[in-house]
């Protein structure tokens, strides 16, 4: 047996923390707050660390290994006919002081300038590798639930495991003296093809990749096929993200891939679902503003702004707050935004809206109403209003027309 009620579940969350060193909090699914943090100066961390769209917990323990040095884990709970969610982290692979990555991400991400509060969130946070944060997570689903771990979430906890060694292993073909690997001067082509948004050559090269024959990277030449081709789209997904993909968007793009694979069973299946992820992000790249207005003729201020605005589209974004972060004035920031991308800062945050709307319509199975409050949408009707504005169609509408198009293939 479980805890029986809060008091017992908070004090033995206390107790977790105070053991382990691991942040750890309980947040209300319905008032969308937390009810108990081990730190609530820290909340904010913890409210950035599941409002990812990608961060998505069920009654099963769950653990996330986000840009390969951040571990967010959790499951969800009901009580009293409210469901809760236990979040476990987030925790460190390395030491946040000597990672810029970290340091750098996470100021942009919450704290708005405030070095001060960062500091003291990095200085006591947990560093560990998966194996320990997993054992943090399973006692803290034991202390709740009085349950053991299943198998099957543990073979859940060893496929992420083995997306580290997939990656090591397509460095190691790049140094291997055989003739039975896509070359790195294939591989530069492919990529270049993708990061310039050229469906046409990348069409071309994909298929030359896809025809290899590839070196067994074991036994099972399905499974040797999910590694090689999973491997390869890691790689196409950062070169998305580098050359303006929205981060959030490649990353769903990329978890649909994994899925995809993982339950595929029969080799052709692989690459048709390898070809078109990869043409998807090609046209995610040509769609991308900052590529299309030449992002070496874009002022790096204005730079700053769109990427602040990608990274808080779920905010009710304003003029003030974004010439706040840039350090410049809004009619300075105006002219400048208008001249270098085209179109006002207003539109252009509204049209950024609507396209992740877009990701989410397709990549989730969120409610309108989810999604327009996700993205600070006054109401679910102006949400509706705005995307038919700018898409010619209702969110349902543009929904159910792609369920048909899947189906019919």
């Known amino acids: 047996m479980g805890l029986d009620n809060n008091y017992d579940v908070f004090s033995g969350l206390e107790l977790l923390y105070n053991s382990t060193g691991c942040y750890v909090s309980v947040y209300d699914k ?18 950035e660390a599941i409002d990812r ?36 982290g ?27 509060k960062l500091k003291n969130y990095l200085y006591v946070s ?32 060893v496929v992420v495991d083995i997306n580290k060694d997939i990656i090591q292993k397509l460095f190691d ?39 290899f024959s590839a070196f067994k990277r074991c036994e099972d030449n399905l499974m040797s096929s999910k590694f090689r ?63 299309k207005v030449n992002i070496h003729d874009v002022n790096p201020v204005v ?18 707050e974004i010439c706040c972060y840039c350090g410049v004035s809004e009619s300075y920031l105006r002219v400048r935004f208008k001249h270098d991308i085209g179109k006002s800062i207003v539109e252009y945050v509204t049209e950024q809206k609507i396209e992740e709307a877009k990701m989410l319509l397709k990549y989730t199975n969120y409610s309108l109403l989810e999604i327009s409050e996700y993205l600070s949408f006054s109401s679910q009707s102006y949400f509706t209003t705005v995307f038919r504005k700018n898409c010619g169609q209702t969110p349902t509408e543009y929904r159910n027309l792609l369920k048909n198009s899947r189906n019919s293939k």
């Open 303 to 320: 730079i700053k702004a769109v990427n602040y605005i990608s990274q808080h589209l779920h905010k009710d974004l304003t003029v003030a």
């Open 173 to 211: 073909m790049r140094e291997e003296e055989k003739k039975d690997y896509f070359s790195f001067e294939r591989q530069e082509l492919l990529l270049s093809a993708i990061s310039s948004g050229n469906l046409e050559n990348t069409k071309k090269l994909c298929t030359s990749f896809l025809n």
């Open 90 to 116: 987030p925790a460190f692979v390395t030491d946040p002081f000597s990672d810029l990555r970290i340091i750098g991400k996470t100021l942009y991400f919450v704290t708005g300038g405030d070095t001060q």
């Open 229 to 291: 081709f999973i491997a390869a789209m890691l790689l196409v997904n950062r070169q998305a993200v580098i050359f303006g993909v929205d981060e959030t968007k490649a990353a769903a793009i990329y978890k649909e891939f994994c899925r995809k694979v993982y339950a595929s069973e029969r080799e052709w299946e692989i690459k048709e679902i390898f070809l078109k992820v990869a043409m998807e992000y090609t046209k995610s790249i040509s769609e991308s503003q900052i590529y």
């Open 53 to 88: 769209p990608y961060v998505i917990f069920n009654d099963s323990p769950t653990t996330f290994f986000i840009n390969s040095f951040e571990l967010v884990g959790g499951f969800n709970y009901s009580k009293d006919g409210k469901t809760y969610t236990v979040i476990v």
């Open 30 to 47: 319905e008032s969308k707050d937390f009810v108990w943090s081990c730190s609530e100066e820290f909340n904010v961390f913890f409210r």
């Open 126 to 157: 947990k560093i560990t590798d998966k194996k320990g944060f997993n054992a943090d997570l399973l006692m803290c689903y034991y202390l709740h639930t009085g349950k053991k771990i299943s198998k099957s979430v543990e073979e859940s906890t």
